[in-house]
């Protein structure tokens, strides 16, 4: 059994509520850290644990904080990233709903450290419940003088609000996230600068997402040193993973950085293996925009290794052979699964998110949808194939934002790892209305393709 | 899509304004522009939808231009401009959902409900649309109903037959 920092008491009865959640020993964090220790020391304690941001980008929380401008006489402000929108991603919605003063608590400590005297919970419009539930959560800690003027005696403000979005994943992506909460259509800001010079009202700002501010308080408890002792190389830590698709038991696992991609498959302790006791076929270890791997690769790589979860690991190989491990979101393909279907699937997601900014993103995820739609139902041509290609290395790198990217990546992988699956759909357009593909020469248990 | 047929004249209550208010006082002074979206969840769970009238006095009342309403209205996908059924169903249609039988779940629905996406029941009680991702992956196919954006997990046919059933009597009751 790994350790479970984040969800260690989530099948208490009662941990949503504010005396349960004390009873279990919430709220230390934010006495010791109010208490007995600097903003700067909490910023440090965040560094020493290695706590890389848990959004997607995993860039390292405690130098993101360090980098907050701090003018004299200028408001700084703590945005939590709860848009939560990356499709198979949802363990912040599992969070904020069961344990959601893992959260606040957090965001207290977090705000102290920043010097933030208000801040936001961003939570995507959807998860109404979610907003009634962290509403309810905050007045149980202001009511509880840990919110509010002179917290706990310290002299300490702070105040927190809930704000929704209005359904759009490009506010997932920070600065459309800054511009949403300014009540502004979601499109990206040019940067630099950036938010941590000049955020929300031009004010520096940090976002960070709902994970990475909840792994605050266990690191404040604890120390870093003792939370970069889990993990791997520069993974440290625990994870949640979302876990879904085709496996026998899909939900919300807190995982020790550095487990096997394999044991989190197919053990009992996580997805419990293949439903119908079918096939992997492939898998998306991080969300819908990191690269979809084939079976073979994405429990070995390419070199041979046992491919673990940690963010070094799932990268190896670069994008030839490996992907990332991204927000956790952790989707599952049985050999029954269709590659070409799944992959126009995403890119209509993109084409439907893309805030249209930018032409290559907005034209260029457009065009990848017709193309793999056509192709998809029988239409499609060997020249799509390479135009597929070529229009989404046209929108990498060329974009405003990492949407376009996002976009991209899913479309490249597919083509470079099932090229064969595509070329069947153009070969045999009427069989491949009738039946799937099935597995190919990636499947399991046969040798990795390199490159 | 902004039309004058789509208008409708609306006369904000003083519960709902003093909601507004309360809105208005989570922002910096001079900074309540960015009540909108909550303000426009607010209007759309009275009315069901945003009408030009309802979004031209949410402008009065931030003191804003009426387009800054329109261009956000129209970016964000849960606003309806246009009137909806009494309960607007919303099913996930991204790639995890569909690994699940999500694709099967929306003609279900279309096949019993007897519209097409985006239309409304001739009784006006139903509507139904696909969305993107609802950050339930693990539990599909999912859909939800707003205002309340109740969750419904997991389903299957039988499932959605008896929702849109128990949702049918509760219509009847009220
Ligand atoms: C298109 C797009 C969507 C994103 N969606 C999310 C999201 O839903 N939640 C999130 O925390 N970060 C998301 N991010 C990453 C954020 O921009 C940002 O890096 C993150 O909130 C920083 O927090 P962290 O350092 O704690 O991970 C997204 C980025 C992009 C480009
Ligand atoms: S890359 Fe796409 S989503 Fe990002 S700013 Fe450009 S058009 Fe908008
Ligand atoms: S794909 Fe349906 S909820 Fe995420």
Not at chain 1, 20 to 42: C, F, H, I, N
Not at chain 1, 302 to 308: E, F, K
Request: proline letters at 5%; a negative charge; aromatic letters at 10%.
């Amino acid at each position: 059994m790994g350790r479970k920092l984040l969800l260690e008491h989530i099948n208490e009865p009662g941990i949503n509520t504010f005396a349960v959640y004390r009873q279990k020993g919430g709220y230390r964090a934010v006495e010791k850290a109010l208490k007995t220790m600097s903003p700067d020391d909490v910023v440090e304690e965040v560094k020493k644990s290695g706590l890389r941001g848990r959004g997607g980008a995993g860039f390292p929380t405690g130098l993101k904080w360090s980098f907050l401008a701090k003018p004299e006489g200028v408001p700084r402000y703590l945005v939590c990233n709860a848009d939560e929108s990356e499709p198979g991603t949802f363990k912040d919605r599992y969070l904020m709903t069961h344990i959601p003063h893992a959260l606040i608590e957090g965001m207290i400590v977090s705000s102290y450290a920043l010097g933030a005297h208000t801040s936001y919970i961003y939570v995507r419009g959807e998860m109404m419940p979610q907003i009634r539930i962290l509403e309810q959560a905050i007045a149980e800690a202001k009511a509880a003088g840990l919110l509010g003027d002179n917290i706990l005696g310290t002299g300490y403000n702070l105040e927190i609000y809930v704000q929704p979005g209005g359904g759009a994943y490009i506010c997932g992506e920070e600065t459309a996230l800054l511009e949403s909460l300014e009540g502004k259509r979601g499109n990206p800001r040019i940067k630099p600068p950036f938010p941590a010079i000049a955020g929300l009202y031009g004010c520096p700002t940090v976002v960070n997402n709902v994970e990475s501010i909840a792994a605050t308080v266990p690191i404040i408890n604890d120390g870093g040193e003792e939370y970069a002792k889990i993990g791997i190389e520069r993974s440290t830590g625990t994870k949640l993973i979302s876990a879904s698709g085709n496996i026998n038991k899909p939900g919300v696992y807190e995982i020790e950085l550095g487990v096997s991609v394999e044991e989190f498959i197919y053990s009992d302790e996580y997805c419990g293996g293949i439903t119908n006791g079918k096939s992997l076929k492939a898998l998306v270890a991080g969300g819908s925009s990191v690269p979809i791997l084939p079976a073979n690769l994405i429990t070995k790589t390419a070199a041979g290794n046992s491919r673990l979860m940690t963010y070094e690991s799932l990268a190896e190989g670069g994008f030839q052979s490996g992907t990332m491990l991204g927000s956790g979101g952790f989707i599952v393909y049985d050999e029954d699964q269709c590659i070409v279907r799944n992959t126009w699937n995403f890119a209509r997601f993109y084409h439907h998110e893309s805030c249209g900014q930018c032409s290559p993103c907005r034209e260029g995820t457009g065009w990848m949808e017709k193309v793999l739609h056509k192709i998809e139902h029988g239409h499609g041509t060997m020249d799509d194939i390479d135009l597929l290609w070529d229009i989404q290395r046209k929108i990498e790198g060329n974009t405003i934002c990492p949407l376009g990217d996002a976009a991209a990546w899913p479309v490249a992988a597919a083509i470079r790892h099932f090229r064969d699956e595509f070329e069947w759909h153009v070969l045999n357009p009427q069989e491949s209305q009738q039946r799937n593909y099935g597995l190919a020469h990636y499947a399991d248990p046969l040798e990795p393709v390199v490159q | 899509m902004l039309s004058v047929q789509e208008n409708f004249p609306v006369e904000f209550s003083d519960a709902l304004l003093a909601k507004f208010a309360e809105v208005v006082s989570r922002y910096p002074a001079g900074k309540q522009k960015s009540a909108l979206l909550p303000i426009l969840h607010l209007v759309q769970a009275e009315y069901g939808w945003l009408s030009t009238d309802a979004m031209d006095k949410v402008a009065a009342f931030l003191q804003i231009k009426p387009i800054e309403v329109y261009e956000v209205a129209t970016f964000y996908t849960m606003y309806f401009l246009r009137p909806q059924g009494k309960y607007a169903l919303e099913v996930c249609r991204t790639g995890p959902c569909c690994l699940v039988g999500a694709e099967r779940i929306m003609k279900h629905i279309e096949d019993r409900l007897g519209v097409r996406e985006g239309e409304v029941t001739a009784d006006g009680l139903f509507s139904w649309r696909g969305v993107e991702c609802l950050a339930a992956c693990g539990y599909g196919p999912v859909l939800q109903i707003g205002p309340e954006y109740t969750f419904y997990e997991n389903l299957t046919e039988e499932s959605v037959d008896q929702l849109i059933d128990t949702l049918r009597n509760k219509a009847k009751e009220a």
